[in-house]
């Protein structure tokens, strides 16, 4: 139960002082329903207003505050503004302008022979000073304001006002800093930091308190889930006996021997496997390395003890790729396979679900729909989640509800992560890492070439496909009127668009396949590139994983600049998979903005995922890099991603020191701590310090 002293916190907005249900409504589309989400909804800058006694003192173009005397007004001319006349105390004339039906209210605001103080941006036209539509100045206003994200029914004025009070509300809070750490960033206490936060614009204290209230929120998060892995591993897990049957005979089967990093990961695995308690691992692996092979060993190690296990992949194009790759590694093995996803319905899926609840299934393989309601293993002992990012947290924490016990758990993901998003993002988990490419796996020469070099790139993909080879063509958008990169660069060519301009080309050699496409549609113009009868696919993103065809190898990338450079690698990642030499052609528009050229340049000079993942993360952040978050995702308001970047490693150290020192948040700091991760909302972190 959260402690009675934050309460005051934890009151609606409505409680606030002149807070009436339209301000509560606008409020909630900020989403700001407490009073301590106006705590902690910052400003992102300041707008300074330099108060002159003239206009002989004042420059063109910058914002002042200046006492006037209104002597005046004029009507608006068509669609001019209305001007109220005013002059400075050296009868300097100045026209306040105020565009719109504005010509009613201007009498009883601005009345002839009334003084007083109005501020805006100084501006000169047809040689007169004029400002467009200016403040007046209230006692109280202060020269620097906070500037804060709005909504229509506020302004940046009225939320600085109700954080204020919002401010007044603060209870007295221990510290929960390591004090060492306190000391050595010089930063202020959580009260001061807020109240500097919200109401200081000096930069450089103002940068402290920033930091100080990132790190609060860094801490809270590293504390839930150090807590959360604590308590699984107090719970009893699912042990798996191997006796290695299984495993040995695929491993007889294959005609290559696992790398050095496959053989030490599934090594990793396959003893987080034999213990009393629920894996919780993060497999990470650059494109090619041998994921789904290391991933289908430790589903035979489940099955090999009596177990089921599941592979879950986050679309249904490639939920099936992987159902045809395990058919295929695991032909001949006594291994039953299943498949669901949504779009399995009536007899088949009832057949799948009493199957699976029989035990008859031993490895299920689909889309979400594997941990809906509804759907009951028999003995599930392992998890493995493909592309874990696209996923959420609270998703993946479905699938350890459908056992006795919590299965083990292995998350797969093709987009490297660099350590600070590790920690952010998959906190609960140890981490293992694929560095090194399978034997055959060809590195794949990357090309950079201006659009206007397009006919020329058609004819060589005509040469291309006229050998027999096979070759992807990907467009950032699927329809016209779909772009909303903010690139800056000219508008992309549709998918649907380049399609039918290459079916005039190479006609039915041409594939098509995007997300809206109907799921047997897709299915058909997939099988059809499968399986050589088309030559070429066209593809939206939807292709970035899970396809594996050996003869296609050349990959073509439109307008590769509105791309980030963890989803171009993954792109590039579609070719090199066979034996023969692959090309990938990024395909740029002459107008690319400064990140866009960063980005190919990168692309081009690099094949190494995990140094293109630590690029992408300083180019883009670690919320565009991971993708679009699902509900139950790790999100932080505070802290950006420069703060995680350079602020993260201190918080883990200072968490783990909170629970090393306090055993579990006993002692006085740990307390306090309590408090933060109430505050921050991490309250299923604190149900297990009670055990629940």
């Avoid at 396949?513 to 799921?519: D, P």
């Avoid at 099988?527 to 065809?549: H, K, Y």
Wanted: net charge neutral.
């Amino acid at each position: 139960m959260r402690p009675e002293r934050l309460n005051p916190l934890f009151a609606e907005v409505s409680t606030l002082p002149h807070v009436g249900p339209a301000a509560a409504r606008a409020l909630a589309r900020l989403d700001i329903h407490l009073v301590k989400d106006l705590l902690f909804y910052l400003p992102v800058g300041w707008r300074h207003t330099r108060r002159v006694s003239g206009l002989a003192n004042a420059r063109v173009g910058e914002r002042i505050a200046i006492a006037v005397r209104i002597s005046g007004s004029e009507p608006a001319r068509g669609r001019g503004p209305t001007r109220v006349l005013a002059d400075d105390a050296d009868h300097i004339g100045l026209v306040l302008a105020f565009f719109g039906p504005k010509g009613v209210h201007l009498a009883r605001r601005f009345p002839t022979g009334a003084t007083m103080v109005i501020a805006g941006k100084l501006e000169s036209w047809n040689g007169r000073y004029q400002i467009n539509h200016p403040e007046v100045m209230h006692d109280g206003a202060t020269e620097a304001e906070p500037i804060y994200p709005l909504t229509e029914g506020l302004t940046s004025r009225r939320i600085a006002q109700l954080a204020a009070a919002a401010l007044d509300r603060l209870p007295p809070f221990e510290e929960w800093i390591e004090p060492s750490l306190l000391a050595a960033n010089r930063w202020p206490t959580f009260a001061e930091a807020l109240r500097v936060a919200h109401q200081s614009a000096d930069s450089s204290t103002a940068a402290a308190a920033r930091d100080r209230l990132a790190h609060d929120e860094l801490l809270a998060s590293r504390l839930a889930w150090l807590l959360v892995r604590q308590r699984r591993r107090r719970q009893r897990g699912h042990p798996l006996a191997a006796t290695g049957k299984l495993t040995g005979a695929l491993l007889a089967s294959l005609p290559w021997p696992l790398t050095g990093a496959q053989h030490r990961v599934f090594t990793e695995i396959a003893a987080d496997l034999t213990t009393p308690h629920a894996m919780l691992r993060l497999l990470q692996g650059d494109v090619g390395s041998g994921k789904t092979l290391v991933a289908v060993l430790a589903l035979l190690v489940a099955v090999e003890a009596g177990a089921q296990g599941v592979l879950v992949a986050p679309t249904d194009l490639l939920a099936r790729q992987h159902f045809t790759t395990l058919s295929t590694l695991l032909a001949g093995l006594p291994v039953r396979l299943g498949f669901l996803s949504g779009r399995e319905k009536g007899r088949q899926r009832d057949s799948t679900l009493r199957d699976l609840a029989s035990g008859t299934i031993d490895i299920l393989v689909g889309t979400h729909a594997v941990f809906m309601p509804g759907v009951t293993y028999h003995d599930l002992g392992l998890a493995v989640v493909d592309e874990q990012h696209r996923f959420g947290v609270a998703q993946r924490m479905m699938l350890t509800e459908k056992a006795e016990h919590p299965p083990h758990l292995l998350v797969m993901t093709a987009t490297p992560i660099p350590r600070t998003l590790q920690l952010a993002h998959f906190g609960e988990m140890d981490v293992s890492r694929l560095d090194e490419r399978p034997p055959g796996r060809q590195p794949v020469t990357t090309l950079v070439m201006p659009l206007t070099r397009l006919e020329e790139v058609i004819a060589a993909l005509g040469r291309h496909l006229a050998t027999g080879a096979q070759a992807y063509w990907v467009c950032p958008l699927l329809e016209a009127g779909a772009d909303d990169s903010g690139d800056g660069s000219s508008a992309p060519t549709p998918a649907v668009v380049r399609a039918g301009m290459l079916r005039q080309h190479f006609g039915d050699q041409v594939a098509l396949v995007h997300g809206r496409l109907a799921g047997t549609a897709r299915d058909s113009e997939m099988n059809r590139f499968t399986s050589g009868a088309a030559r070429l696919l066209v593809a939206t993103t939807v292709i970035e994983v899970g396809v594996d065809v050996p003869d296609a190898t050349l990959m073509i990338i439109e307008s590769a600049e509105r791309f980030g450079l963890a989803q171009l690698h993954q792109l590039r990642g579609r070719v090199g998979r066979g034996r023969e030499h692959s090309t990938c052609i990024l395909l740029r528009q002459s107008d690319l903005s400064e990140p866009g050229r960063q980005r190919l340049q990168m692309m081009r000079s690099s094949d190494d995922g995990f140094a293109i993942a630590e690029a992408d993360l300083r180019l883009r952040g670690p919320g565009e890099m991971l993708g679009t978050r699902q509900s139950g995702d790790e999100g932080f308001h505070l802290a950006s991603e420069e703060q995680i970047s350079r602020l993260m490693d201190g918080a883990d150290a200072d968490a783990r020191l909170l629970l090393d020192r306090d055993g579990g948040l006993q002692g006085r700091r740990g307390g306090a701590a309590r408090l933060l991760l109430y505050l921050h909302e991490r309250d299923a972190a604190v149900g297990t310090l009670r055990g629940g």
